[in-house]
């Protein structure tokens, strides 16, 4: 069995992920890390490192020491705090990223997992069933790291052969963790705030539609990908991937059939504009014919869950409390 490390396992899709495949390859084959003790229940699941993302040596000692097989780089700082701090954003980003490519290229490892994202898309763009192949031309210093970093994973697996897989993640949607400082943070956070307050103040305009996944397909998918026969991957840039498209209005409708006094208001701040630069919908057609990709949760099926499982740990939270 391969040994497995998590880069970034203390994060909002690392988290779930590191427990993912703690399952598939069993604790002892899965080593997570991270840059500090974020996340004290990955951190107590079993095996544990400090690893600086930005540090070649200190990645490069840890798949020494644990005789690491596939690393999957979930680190990085996503579009809305990238804003805030362009030059950190670009190096923790693609600093990461050329780390762990010239390990695979020098044959530490075998086998990279790097997420991409919608943010390589921009303006200019398709916006509805934005194509595998398009136009790029991305306006945030996310979706530049993101874009480039796909150059360089083809580039990678072209030149030197490097198994190198990639998911042009969608919003990611999780009632277990809070939200990491992206632009889609606000379909996570809406129903904490259904549930806190009966109301909530939206960052995004009301008809801003935005492709979005539930983490467990998110999940899925890249364990999907991951397992796939080499010959099946053929897009080693990153393949596009999808589940449902909606808007804060819509998500905000199908909360009040649980909550029917819920209340939603609008005040659009400056991720708003990064939004309005990113596509409505995707056509993940080359995912789901080159590894069989298939999505589960639709906006329903999502809300009964978020509603349910983040009722059930509020609850709990004061009963303990």
């Known amino acids: 069995m391969p040994k497995v490390l998590i880069i970034g396992a203390c994060g909002q899709i690392g988290s779930e992920l590191t427990f993912k495949l703690k399952d598939i390859h069993g604790f002892e084959q899965v080593v997570a890390s991270d840059i500090g003790y974020h996340n004290l229940e990955v951190v107590n699941s079993g095996t544990f490192e ?14 020494e020491k644990h005789d690491i097989d596939t690393i999957y780089l979930m680190a990085a700082m996503l579009s809305a705090t990238g804003e805030k701090y362009p030059m950190k954003a670009w190096d923790l980003n693609m600093n990461s990223l050329f780390h762990v490519l010239n390990l695979a290229k020098d044959g530490f490892i075998k086998r990279v997992f790097w997420p991409s994202s919608i943010a390589v898309f921009g303006p200019t763009t398709p916006t509805e069933n ?65 549930i806190l307050d009966k109301n909530y103040d939206c960052f995004l305009s009301e008809n801003t539609e935005l492709p979005m996944m539930f983490m467990d397909d998110a999940i899925n998918a890249t364990v999907n990908l991951m397992q796939a026969p080499s010959e099946q991957v053929k897009i080693r840039s990153s393949y596009n991937l999808a589940a449902i498209s909606f808007t804060p209005l819509s998500i905000s409708e199908e909360i009040k059939k649980h909550i029917p006094d819920f209340k939603i208001t609008y005040t659009p701040d400056f991720r708003q504009q990064i939004a309005d630069s990113w596509p409505k919908s995707i056509d993940d057609s080359s995912a789901r014919q080159d590894w069989n990709w298939s999505h589960d949760f639709n906006l329903e099926k999502m809300t009964t869950e978020m509603l349910t499982q983040l009722g059930r740990k509020y609850q709990d939270s004061e009963i303990n409390s």
């Open 50 to 63: 400090i690893v600086d993302a930005q540090d070649y040596n200190s990645i490069k000692i840890c798949v």
């Open 130 to 194: 934005t194509p595998q192949h398009t136009i790029m031309e991305p306006t945030t210093v996310y979706g530049i790291t993101k874009q480039v970093g796909e150059r360089w994973c083809e580039y990678y697996n072209t030149k030197y052969g490097v198994d190198v897989r990639s998911i042009r993640y969608p919003g990611i949607i999780s009632w277990k963790t809070m939200p990491g400082g992206g632009t889609t943070d606000y379909a996570v956070e809406i129903y904490h705030q259904a």
